[in-house]
């Protein structure tokens, strides 16, 4: 054997070169090999070392080695400090027991199955083992159930068992939807310290109705579930009381409302001091630094922003235009301003039915008429194929949607409001007019938005008046981490400065711009009608092309 030995390094020595570099082997399957051996030892109870009694009549074997490597708690028991350690066995109390059986599963495995029956019994043993990959994976388990019902309950948790991710993203919704979360039982029972952690936040949104209201109203339902809150548990939670109401931005509220709310009972002791205190805080806002600065201010949840829509028929092929319709309320965030219903009045034009009128009426009692009214052409000369329609919202409604169909004119307008119809679906105003024209949809294009405003041209054709430059105001709130929408701007109020040109045409393709200008196009001086034009196009379609004013 010495002699083959011998044989062999003579062989070596000849076929491999003096500069071969050394290797470094590296089995990528040598840990998961060796999970699986010791996973087989384990459940064949070989080589094993120690005992865990984890419930009554309920013992595992298992290997300290595995143990220690996985676990914070057993490298420290096991680690010779502790006389517990040295034991055969060890007992752990107070956690169930098949969740100590999976976690050591999980030890040799890497493997755990997390459901809704086994999720609170595996996050409590596994924060008492120090298993932090299974405490996580529970918060991301537990993140998925967060709502209105839900999530205070989860906030609590995930503070026990310091999940910060997930305490992070329930507050953040029992923020975002508090409106709703301080009517569930769950709001009635939290802790004080949290309720006032949520009172203290900029970030507190108030939304009635998919709505979010005015400063006033979103207070007033703060300083309500406040008082639902304390009047629950009077006895132990009135002494709170002093400390809440300071977390709630009284200054904001009416005087008269905050003198209807004094006489409140729970109130007649503690509210008289801070009534005053407000109310001062009204008539002489505090100054910048003030600690009282941001108790007198409202809550800066949101960036109050305006967007205009596309601009609506605005192709410029009608003409004369007469009139342009717009005010600059709509851009001044300080005012309430926003739509609260219209008049339509539908005309005949070419043989379609397209919007010849709109009054559109406004919260102070503004309202701005578009071409004609019932007062005139219309009601004078009523006729079969002149239309008159007429919606007014009720109250805390808003339109927040519309469905625009045009060409060179309005052909069909519709209007979605934040209310249900009793099919649960979104209450719809309309279709008012023909189905001429291309379909488009306009919002606002984040939450909680609605119809603020209108604007437009008139243009007058074949003896009566007609819509064109048909634009919408949105306003709505951007909350934090979200972006911030493009604005555009008003075609109509450039058009009135003298500013109209190409280059403030909306950036949206309309069916028809590339026909804009075909009157001065040499390709179109050869044909007689749109019948020819129809045919050359070759698959345009009618409504892409309409005869001059």
């Not at 595992?60 to 010779?80: K, N, T």
């Not at 004119?409 to 291309?438: A, E, Q, V």
Request: aromatic share 12%; charged share 30%.
């Amino acid at each position: 054997m010495a002699d083959s030995g011998n044989k062999f390094a003579g062989v070596f020595k000849r076929s491999v070169s003096d500069t071969a570099e050394a290797l470094l082997f590296t089995d990528e399957n040598h840990g998961s090999t060796i999970l699986k051996g010791l996973f087989a030892s384990y459940k064949d109870g070989k080589y094993v070392d120690i005992s865990l009694k984890i419930g009554p009549e309920r013992t595992l074997r298992a290997h300290r080695a595995v143990l220690a490597s996985f676990s914070p708690y057993f490298e420290v028991l096991l680690g010779g400090n502790w006389k517990e350690g040295n034991k055969e066995e060890i007992e752990i109390i107070g956690q169930d027991e098949g969740a100590v059986s999976d976690l050591i599963e999980f030890a040799y495995t890497g493997k755990i199955n997390i459901d809704k029956d086994n999720v609170l019994t595996l996050l409590e043993a596994a924060d008492f083992l120090g298993i932090e990959s299974v405490k996580k994976s529970c918060g991301n388990f537990l993140e998925q159930g967060v709502d209105a019902k839900s999530c205070l309950g989860i906030l609590q948790l995930a503070d026990k068992f310091a999940l910060d991710e997930l305490s992070s993203f329930a507050k953040k919704y029992a923020l975002r939807h508090f409106t709703d979360v301080c009517k569930e039982d769950e709001f009635l029972c939290l802790p004080v310290n949290f309720l006032s952690d949520l009172l203290s936040e900029e970030n507190l949104v108030v939304v009635v109705e998919d709505l979010i209201p005015c400063v006033e109203e979103r207070e007033k339902t703060v300083l309500e579930s406040v008082l639902q809150y304390v009047e629950h548990d009077v006895e132990n939670r009135k002494t709170h009381l002093a400390q809440l109401l300071g977390l709630v931005r009284l200054p904001t509220l009416s005087t008269e409302y905050l003198a209807e709310v004094s006489r409140n009972k729970l109130l007649e002791c503690e509210f008289g001091d801070i009534l005053e205190k407000a109310k001062n805080s009204k008539l002489h806002p505090p100054e910048e630094g003030n600690p009282d600065e941001k108790w007198a201010a409202p809550r800066k949840f949101a960036k109050h922003v305006f967007v205009w829509s596309r601009c609506y028929a605005n192709g410029g092929q009608v003409q004369p235009e007469i009139a342009c319709c717009t005010d600059e309320m709509f851009e001044d965030l300080e005012n309430d301003c926003y739509v609260t219903g219209m008049e339509l009045w539908i005309r005949q034009w070419d043989g379609r039915p397209v919007l010849g009128g709109l009054k559109v009426y406004y919260k102070d009692g503004k309202a701005m008429v578009f071409g004609q009214d019932c007062g005139g052409t219309y009601a004078e000369n009523a006729q079969d194929e002149h239309e008159h329609h007429e919606f007014h919202l009720e109250e805390n409604e808003r339109i927040v949607k519309a469905e625009i169909q045009c060409g060179w004119m309005i052909d069909r307008l519709t209007f979605y409001t934040n209310k249900k119809d009793k099919d649960g679906k979104p209450k719809r105003y309309g279709p008012y007019g023909g189905n001429g024209g291309s379909f488009s949809a306009d919002s606002a294009p984040e939450s909680f938005g609605y119809l603020c405003g209108v604007s437009g041209a008139v243009v007058q054709s074949q003896g009566e008046a007609g819509i064109t430059r048909l634009q919408f105001v949105w306003r709505l709130y951007v909350l934090p981490g979200r972006h911030v929408p493009f604005k555009h701007h008003c075609i109509v109020a450039h058009a009135q400065k003298g500013n109209y040109e190409d280059e403030y045409d909306d950036p949206y393709d309309d069916i028809y711009d590339e026909f804009d200008d075909y009157e001065d196009d040499d390709d179109y001086g050869q044909y007689d009608d749109f019948e020819d034009i129809f045919e050359f196009e070759m698959g345009a379609q009618p409504y892409m092309f309409e005869p001059l004013a």
